[in-house]
């Protein structure tokens, strides 16, 4: 713990305590978090205990952030970020958007627990996205997907505009981040 947030003072074995999370700046985690992409992205991720961290946290978790994203299984953030257990909450949806109840979560994360950084984590080739571009209707989806809709217009693109265009779907999904952003706020 505290390693994936960018601590390597602090043992891998352990998740963060409070005094440890209480003083990182929101910068400090941000950073951390990217430190921690970079190491995935390299191929030289932390070697976490994740049983030590676990027997750490059981009296108590102390995340620094809460990164709210997709649920495709291609983009699981705790990996993505290198992060340990009690490093940070994570909440996932399909298309990385907001309802209450994730709200709700998000509330709980930084009022209640601490969190200091709400990350809002969008993938590229998001079948979400995809799906909402191409006006998918599928139960309960379908509503999900109407949460997306409007990042559709909100794109600007250049190119053919449909879940077929790889890219106009990447932009799309930089858009539906943004609009999930908005929605926090």
């Known amino acids: 713990g ?4 960018g601590l390597p003072t602090i043992s891998y074995a352990a998740s963060l305590s409070q005094e440890e999370r209480d003083k990182l700046t929101p910068d400090q985690i941000v950073n951390g978090l990217k430190e921690g992409n970079k190491r995935f992205t390299s191929g030289k991720m932390q070697q976490h205990d994740y049983l030590a961290q676990k027997q750490s946290s059981a009296d108590g978790q102390y995340p620094a952030a809460v990164i709210l994203s997709c649920i495709d ?3 699981p ?6 992060t340990g257990i009690g490093e940070a909450f994570n909440a996932r949806i399909a298309g990385n ?7 709700g979560s998000l509330e709980f994360a930084c009022a209640a627990a601490g969190a200091k950084v709400i990350l809002v984590m969008g993938h590229t080739a998001c079948g979400a996205v995809r799906g909402a571009i191409d ?6 989806l379908t509503g999900l997907l109407d949460k997306i809709k409007p990042a559709i217009e909100l794109t600007q693109f250049d190119g053919e505009k449909s879940g077929k265009n790889e890219k106009y779907v990447d932009a799309v999904a ?3 981040v943004r609009n999930t952003m908005n929605d926090i706020r």
């Open 2 to 5: 505290g390693v994936g947030l």
């Open 73 to 75: 299984s291609r983009a």
């Open 77 to 82: 953030a705790e990996i993505i970020f290198d």
């Open 97 to 103: 958007v907001s309802n209450d109840d994730l709200l």
């Open 135 to 140: 006006g998918v209707e599928m139960g309960n």
């Open 174 to 176: 930089i858009s539906n």
